[in-house]
């Protein structure tokens, strides 16, 4: 089976720009979740999206969102884009339908550098 | 405040002993542990993971023990190799009052060190 995938791997940005980010989850899986890792804060938990609709989502700010298609697949977009955005966004996968109890698998990351 | 704590950034092991990783967490809602290896530039590689009803879980080279009253785990790699050079992260999951389950909370890392 094919992994996680994200696009692009890098980006750079300007601050107040816009940027949406791809990934594409392990077949069958019907979870996907994205992570902001940082140097300061770690990992930390964006959102989570399950069968096109958000199922819970961590504490960032609205200008961060994210939405997932038909087929699993699923974006997130960071809006009006600050300097402290800059960081690896992580995907993960899963099949969503086991609760807590459930191993995420994780794509390679895309690099946000915002200027 | 850090619900998963990995309080070792770093760690250093001769090739061929056993390295103990370390982790401690706060919430006791926590019901599901993970360990992920990360190398740089890449994402975090699934290891092993235990679930709140057990003590210990085994996969070939790795153990991972959980202390619920301790409210502490730790991963178990023996024999050390030079591949298991990386930074390691602890995760925890639970269920959250929506009733959906949670996004993993993860520890700050330790960085491993296998030495010849």
């Known amino acids: 089976k094919a992994g996680v995938t994200q696009t692009p791997r890098y980006l750079i940005k300007t601050r107040g720009q816009q940027v949406t980010l791809s990934c594409s989850p392990i077949s069958g899986h019907r979870s996907v979740s994205w992570y902001q890792q940082t140097p300061g804060q770690g990992l930390q938990f964006l959102f989570e999206?399950?069968?096109?609709?958000?199922?819970n989502k961590g504490n960032f700010p609205g200008r961060f969102s994210g939405r997932q298609f038909s087929n699993s697949r699923s974006e997130m977009n960071v809006s009006t884009l600050e300097l402290g955005d800059s960081a690896l966004y992580l995907c993960?996968?899963?099949?969503?339908?086991?609760?807590?109890?459930?191993?995420?698998?994780f794509g390679p990351g895309t690099r946000l550098l915002v200027l | 405040d850090q619900q998963v704590k990995q309080n070792s950034p770093s760690l250093s092991v001769q090739e061929g002993r056993i390295s103990i990783l370390n982790c401690d967490y706060t919430n006791s809602m926590f019901d599901y542990f993970l360990w992920y290896k990360k190398y740089p530039a890449e994402g975090p590689t699934f290891l092993i993971s235990i679930s709140s009803i057990k003590d210990k879980n085994e996969d070939g080279r790795f153990t991972v023990f959980l202390n619920k009253s301790a409210k502490h785990l730790s991963l178990h790699i023996v024999p050390s190799q030079p591949g298991d050079s990386a930074v390691y992260f602890c995760?925890?999951?639970?269920?959250?009052?929506?009733?959906?389950?949670?996004?993993?909370?993860f520890g700050k890392g330790t960085h491993l060190i296998i030495q010849p």
């Open positions: 993960a996968s899963s099949s969503g339908t086991s609760g807590s109890t459930e191993t995420q698998y």
């Open positions: 999206y399950f069968s096109e609709t958000q199922r």
């Open positions: 995760a925890a999951r639970g269920m959250y009052s929506g009733g959906g389950a949670d996004g993993l909370t």
